[in-house]
Nanobody, 123 residues
């Protein structure tokens, strides 16, 4: 079992930055590919970014490419999502998820989920 806890969400003005963290307990995070998803009110959940077990491969949704950066620190059992130049349309609950696969960008491959942290971007 892996428990995932997100932190770092909050209210920020458009153009601002936030860094989300996802801390894992229960098992070492290096055994899992990790993804960040988000779900805005009234919308379906969407993939934001993904990172492989080793951290050597990453994937970004077109909507965040060039603004968001996913990273991981396996020694700290934590992954991060650095979000820059935030836009009102980035407002959502952001959740991290873990997959036993080496690398995946699919909701259906995730084995564990955090509860999420709310990011609100004001215009």
């Amino acid at each position: 079992q892996v428990q995932l806890v997100e932190s770092g969400g909050g209210l920020v003005q458009a153009g601002g930055s936030l860094r989300l963290s996802c801390a894992a307990s229960g098992r070492t995070l290096s055994s899992y590919a990790m993804d960040w998803f988000r779900q805005a009110l009234g919308k379906e959940r969407e993939l934001v970014a993904a990172i492989s077990r080793s951290g050597s491969s990453t994937y970004y949704a077109d909507s965040v490419k060039g603004r968001f950066t996913i990273s991981r620190d396996n020694a700290k059992n934590t992954i991060y999502l650095q979000m820059n130049n935030l836009k009102p349309e980035d407002t959502a609950v952001y959740s991290c998820a873990a997959s036993r696969l080496a690398f995946t960008a699919s909701t259906y491959d995730m084995d564990y989920w955090g509860k999420g942290t709310l990011v609100t971007v004001s215009s």
